[in-house]
């Protein structure tokens, strides 16, 4: 039997190998391959997409993270609060945006973002909070905003797993800005490392674009210190390209989730949660499983490609130990950690394949 991958970049290839192909012709001949017509069209079109008015193309969704911290006005002197279950990145973009990362622990059968926590870990040095759109659905934005009030702290969202992901019918970044990655392995992947920032404010977006071209909007203008963080065409032209099929995809990607929830009833695993109000994506199917590394190994040992997301809390990492965060820290994310185990899931995924990993993995339990 073939291996079943865990995300089969080739089956979405082929779907646009042809518009791909003459779009990458369309860019060598003119030569114009940083920004031009390509990004500015993608920068459009993603935009209308997720029902935001700004979109600015940047090279990965971790400049989009610390971009968006960096126009919000996070830096030195400032904290940030973000889930301690998060890919590294996320913390990462604090750091370098000059903020102090301040975790939180994850609400137990989302394990999204504890609301009460953050905003319980807020003080006069917060200047942003980061809820991490965890798997394919969004965090309780609005429970968050509502409790703020007046409050001049910043939401900044990371939506790198959630493109076309709702929430009562609105996106991230529709109330403020939200930051995502099309890595190539996301549900919206490009062909290499390119990010974006969405925002509803014009201005927000303006300074985004500003500190992500050297600080300046018009060549040799640099009014602030930036970095160089660009989409370049190349891959525009293929997120233009995959982005017509995005919508079509996510849908392929709910049933198959449909599919594995009911195929997994009775297993002794505990299978993921929606939060009412959310149209999940499913950019990962997330089930926690008993002795883990026993399990995944037999998965792998039988041709399934199943993965870990994310197998160490931020605080338990080398490259966050300065923030004196022990074992037991976080109980919610340090408890389920050890558990968490992916499950193959993509647009083009065949019930068979399912049915398949799910036989695998009843076998591997035992």
């Known amino acids: 039997m073939s291996n079943i991958p865990l995300v089969d970049l080739a089956a979405a290839h082929a779907e646009v190998a042809e518009e791909v192909e003459a779009g990458f012709k369309r860019i060598i001949g003119g030569t114009a391959f940083i920004g031009g017509a390509e990004v500015a069209s993608f920068e459009e079109e993603y935009a209308a997409f997720t029902g935001v008015p700004h979109c600015v ?46 975790l939180v622990d994850c609400d137990p059968d989302t394990y999204l973002i504890d609301v009460d926590a953050a905003l319980a870990a807020v003080t006069p040095a917060t200047r942003a909070i980061v809820p991490v759109h965890l798997y394919g659905q969004l965090a309780p934005v609005e429970r968050i905003r509502a409790r703020l009030g007046g409050s001049d702290v910043a939401i900044v969202e990371d939506a790198a797993q959630s493109q076309g992901a709702t929430r009562f019918g609105r996106g991230a970044g529709a109330d403020g800005i939200a930051a995502t990655s099309f890595y190539p392995g996301k ?17 927000l977006a303006k300074a985004v674009r500003t500190i992500a071209n050297h600080g300046g ?17 190349l891959q525009a032209v293929v997120l233009r390209a995959k982005l017509t099929r995005l919508a079509s995809w996510n849908e392929a990607r709910r049933a198959a989730a449909a599919r594995y929830h009911a195929l997994l009833e009775g297993l002794d695993v505990v299978r993921p949660t929606t939060l009412e109000g959310n149209e999940h994506v499913w950019h990962i199917y997330c089930v926690r499983v008993p002795r883990r590394e026993e399990v995944l190994a037999k998965l792998h040992a039988a041709g399934v490609g199943a ?39 993509y647009p083009q995924i065949t019930p068979a394949q399912q049915e398949r990993v799910v036989r695998e993995l009843a076998a591997a339990l035992g």
């Open 57 to 102: 193309g940047v090279a990965n969704g971790t400049d989009a993270i610390e971009l968006a911290l960096r126009a919000v006005g996070a830096g030195p002197g400032s904290e940030v609060i973000l889930p301690a279950n998060t890919f590294i990145a996320t913390a990462e973009a604090v750091a370098r945006a000059g903020a102090r990362p301040v």
């Open 187 to 203: 549900n919206l992947g490009a062909y290499g490392d390119a990010g974006a920032v969405v925002a509803a404010d014009a201005e």
């Open 217 to 233: 909007l018009a060549k040799y203008t640099h009014d602030v210190v930036g970095v160089n963080s660009r989409l370049d065409a």
């Open 307 to 345: 993965a870990i997301h994310y197998p160490v809390p931020v605080h338990r990492t080398g490259a966050f130990a300065g923030l004196g965060l022990g074992k037991g820290s976080f109980p919610h994310a340090e408890r389920i950690a050890p558990e968490l185990l992916s499950l193959p899931i």
